[in-house]
């Protein structure tokens, strides 16, 4: 997975500033909020509790994104993102275990992650969650037949002849149909970027 994934839009980030601006906030909700959960639930918090903590960073973001500038010591608005999670993930579990405030193993095990870990995920999880929103858009656009053909050849990573085989189709058309569905998820995904 490559590391130098484009910056949140610069347009969104500049409508969250006007927090009126439900157009923006939902666009952002759709993106985040399945990326700081998936977070949550990776540091081993339980459902609910993953759904509040992802709750209480979009609100932090809400109160604070007006005062929010990049710069050379924290970088991109994915960075900023993921310091807000993982804080929010340490304090969530410091009141759920008291104990793990002194040290316990969770806590110690987040703090002494590199930063650069938690970017490299939650920009991990922010591609994941593109990708999810353009897939099923894209999905809707195609016969199941060509879905099927890219899904299983590309995502899967099933051999293409053995996917042609079970669709009844020939090789030529499975690698043009997975070539229509790839294009159309890249323009999809360069429109909600």
């Keep these: 997975m490559p590391h130098d994934f484009p910056d949140t839009r610069a347009s969104l980030l500049v409508n969250l500033r006007d927090p009126a601006n439900e157009q923006a906030w939902s666009a952002f909700t759709k993106l985040y909020r399945p990326v700081i959960y998936r977070m949550a639930r990776r540091r081993g918090l339980q459902e609910a509790d993953a759904q509040d903590l992802a709750q209480r960073v979009l609100i932090s973001v809400a109160k604070t994104i007006s005062e929010w500038e990049p710069d050379r010591q924290y970088g991109r608005f994915r960075n900023w993102l993921s310091r ?9 579990f410091r009141s759920i275990k008291p104990d793990v405030a ?16 938690h970017q490299t995920e939650i920009e991990y999880e922010y591609e994941r969650s ?8 894209v999905r809707r656009e195609f016969k199941e037949p060509t879905w ?11 051999p293409i002849v053995e996917v042609a085989t079970e669709l009844n189709q020939s090789v030529g058309s499975l690698y043009t149909a997975r070539s229509r569905v790839m294009k159309r998820l890249r323009e999809v995904v360069d429109d909600i970027k």
């Design 84 to 92: 807000v999670t993982r804080n929010a993930i340490i304090d969530t």
């Design 130 to 137: 593109v990708f999810r929103q353009a897939a099923r858009v």
């Design 148 to 158: 099927i053909a890219f899904w299983e050849t590309t995502v899967e990573n099933r």
């Design 102 to 117: 002194a040290g316990g193993s969770v806590v110690t095990r987040i703090l002494n992650q590199s930063p650069a870990a």
